[in-house]
């Protein structure tokens, strides 16, 4: 005599292999979007060029926003835009990593003339497909 029955435990094993695998294989597609294998390589890309324009745009009053907040404080002119430009030089790397360029402001230079603070320095950019230089002069008033 034969008994008949039921056995679910090889519909719970497939079960149980699928969704492994399709866990699996969400972690893969996740893997290779984080490393950027995904992302086509754009060889006519013009990021560098953006970047430093944006920068050569809206350095020069965004150092004498951040210097007139210093000389308010009592920082004297010459100090409150050298403070100022070097804590933009650490806000330009970082700019430049969110966008995927390496910004990096080098060579800065102040020097100050009947109250008037020039400032000159070098824009340094590059991605993985371009580098360039660029210098970018400006001066500053805060008696304004």
């Known amino acids: 005599m034969r008994y008949s029955s039921k056995n679910d435990e090889g519909q719970m094993l497939l079960a149980t292999g699928v969704v492994l695998m399709m866990s699996l294989l969400s972690m893969a597609i ?3 979007k984080m490393a950027g294998i995904s992302m086509p390589y754009d060889t006519a890309g013009d990021d560098t060029i953006q ?20 000389y308010s404080e009592g920082v004297s002119e010459f100090e409150s835009v050298n403070k ?4 933009l030089h650490d806000d330009i790397l970082h700019h430049g990593e969110i966008r995927g360029v390496e910004l990096k402001l080098l060579n800065i230079t102040l020097s100050e003339s009947d109250g008037i603070i020039s400032v000159s320095t070098e824009l340094g950019a590059a991605d993985r497909n371009s580098m360039l230089t660029r210098i970018i002069s400006f001066e500053i ?3 304004d």
Request: aromatic share 10%.
């Open 141 to 143: 008033d805060l008696d």
């Open 84 to 87: 100022s430009i070097n804590s």
């Open 30 to 32: 996740f893997g290779v």
């Open 51 to 70: 970047a430093s324009a944006d920068v050569a745009l809206y350095l020069p009053s965004l150092t004498e926003d951040r210097a007139e907040l210093w």
